[in-house]
Structure formats: C-alpha cells, structure tokens
C-alpha cells in the first residue's frame, strides 16, 4: 500500500499524497503548464491543495460544496487558470487534506484553515468563490476577517434559513449511496481515465467517508452560529457577486431559495446577483462560463475596490 509521509514525519494516511497526485493531473490534463500541488502544515495535519495559472490582479480560492473535493472545479479551474493564479483545496479530511486527529469538523477550524491557506498564499487579499456550503463559509471569513477577501463569488450559495428537512434526508439517502457505489474496493480495477481515477480515490478511504457525512451534519448543526453571525456582521464592502441556479428543485422551494440568495447581494456595498438558466445547483458544472465570466468581472472590480 502507498502510505505518503505528512508533515513532521508522521503517516499523512494512506496515500494521500497520491490522492493529491491523481488531482492534479487529472485537472491538469488540460492546462499546458499542468498544475502545480501545495500543503500547508496545520498543527501536525497536512492542509493540501492544487493550483494553476501565475500572477493577476488577486489569487483565486475555490471553496467546494460540503463533502466534495477540489475536484468539484474541474470545468472551470482551467479557465480561471488563464488569467490568473487559482487554488482548490480540500478541506480537513476530504480529498488529499488529513483528517482532524479526534474531532468531527467544526466551522471555527474550517474557517481558521481557510484564513490560514489565504494568509499561506502571501499575495495579499484573496477573491473567494465558494459553491453551496463554500458559499456560506466565504461569507464566514469576509465578517470575521474582511481584510484577507478582495471580493467574492458565491456559486448557487447554501442559507442557513433555507433548510427543507426533505432535502436534508434526501440529501443524505442520496450521498449514502454514492459513497456505496464508488467506494473502490482493493480488488477493484484502477479507472484507465484520469478523472475517473481522481474521482475514485478523493472517496477510497474511510476517513474520507466519515468526514463527509459529518460534514454535511455540521453545515445543519451550525445553522444557529451563522444566524447569529449574520445579524451582527457589517455590510460586506468588498465586490461581491451571487449565481442562482434555476433547476433542479420544486418551483416554490426554488423561488424562496433564490430570494435568501438575492438579499445576500443586496447587503453587500458592492453586490450583484443573477440566475444563470439551464443551471442545476452545480452551476460550475452546468454552466462553467458563468462562473468564469463572474470571477473575471468580480475581479476586475477588485482590482479598483483595493485601490480605494
């Protein structure tokens, strides 16, 4: 068994390290200069991502979906990577990022390892694009820590008042199976594509498994703390941008959602929302260039707003 080394000389898990590996090229498969692979040591855990392109006006974080990996970038980190420095990273316990050592995942430690990787990154002020539970953990760090976000970009965000109960076991019953279905056994064969390859092992571990669903138990057990953060948080003043997906959900759940979200871009300063047609809630997999085309003009606007 591959067993990669962690920071400080400790196991960093089985093959993590090759999990990162597999990532990297199959998002580099695309993207002549590849992508390059980083790890930041968080107290003895390795924090681990994949980044691409070089220079623009700010670095580009992308924050996935709760429970998925950088991977969830795949149709967009190429494009982004042509104008500018972008990161995906794993959260602690997805995909190539160890596992916290014995607790399940709380917000206050995902969003210290986020500053930390923003901070790690040493280009000043990051723009964030976060996907769903992404979305909500941007908005998080732009409150608490205003001068580590140039801008943000939140693809069909998650809201703490926006919690069906019939989507949450809906959700779960769905995850559940498939984490069943593409858990790789030992003597499964290895995937001959890339991205399949990639998509096998982000989930091949137990760990990995655990710290998804946990994940998903966290962003409903942190609905109160982001309430209360949210009644107390000052108006956003860094450019700001919502993407609404239009499908995929009953009409009257769609609509409410879309409103939550479309009152997050009016209290920002700066902010702008849009639906984006045809879209699921995977919108950067829908719809790739909406997200690009908001991340350069997010940007752009970024770019004036820090001059200021």
Do not use: C
């Amino acid at each position: 068994m591959n067993t990669s080394q962690g920071t400080r000389g400790k196991p960093a898990g089985p093959g993590l390290r090759s999990v990162q590996e597999a990532v990297a090229r199959a998002l580099g498969e695309h993207l002549p200069g590849g992508v390059r692979t980083g790890e930041l040591d968080r107290d003895g855990r390795a924090l681990r991502w994949v980044e691409a392109g070089r220079g623009g006006a700010v670095p580009v974080v992308l924050i996935a979906g709760a429970g998925t990996s950088a991977l969830t970038w795949s149709a967009v980190l190429p494009e982004l990577a042509r104008y500018g420095r972008v990161v995906a990273y794993d959260r602690a316990g997805l995909g190539a990022s160890e596992p916290e050592r014995s607790t399940a995942p709380t917000l206050n430690g995902q969003l210290a390892d986020l500053a930390a990787l923003v901070r790690h990154l040493d280009a000043g002020p990051a723009l964030l694009v976060g996907h769903s539970w992404g979305g909500q953990l941007s908005q998080l760090l732009a409150w608490q820590r205003p001068e580590l976000v140039a801008g943000q970009v939140l693809v069909d965000p998650a809201h703490e008042e926006f919690q069906p109960r019939s989507i949450q076991v809906a959700e779960a019953v769905l995850n559940r199976l498939w984490l069943y279905r593409t858990a790789v056994s030992p003597t499964s064969p290895e995937p001959e594509e890339p991205l399949a390859r990639a998509e096998a092992a982000v989930i091949a571990h137990r760990h990995q498994r655990r710290a998804l669903l946990a994940e998903l138990g966290l962003t409903a057990a942190a609905v109160p703390e982001i309430r209360r953060r949210r009644a107390g948080a000052p108006p956003t003043e860094a450019p700001l941008a919502v993407l609404s997906a239009t499908r995929g959900l009953p009409r009257a759940m769609r609509v409410r959602w879309t409103a939550f979200q479309a009152g997050v871009a009016r209290s920002a300063v700066r902010g702008t929302h849009g639906t984006v047609l045809g879209a699921g809630h995977a919108i950067q997999a829908d719809r790739p260039h909406a997200v690009v085309s908001a991340v350069r003009e997010v940007a752009d606007r970024a770019r004036y707003f820090l001059k200021d």
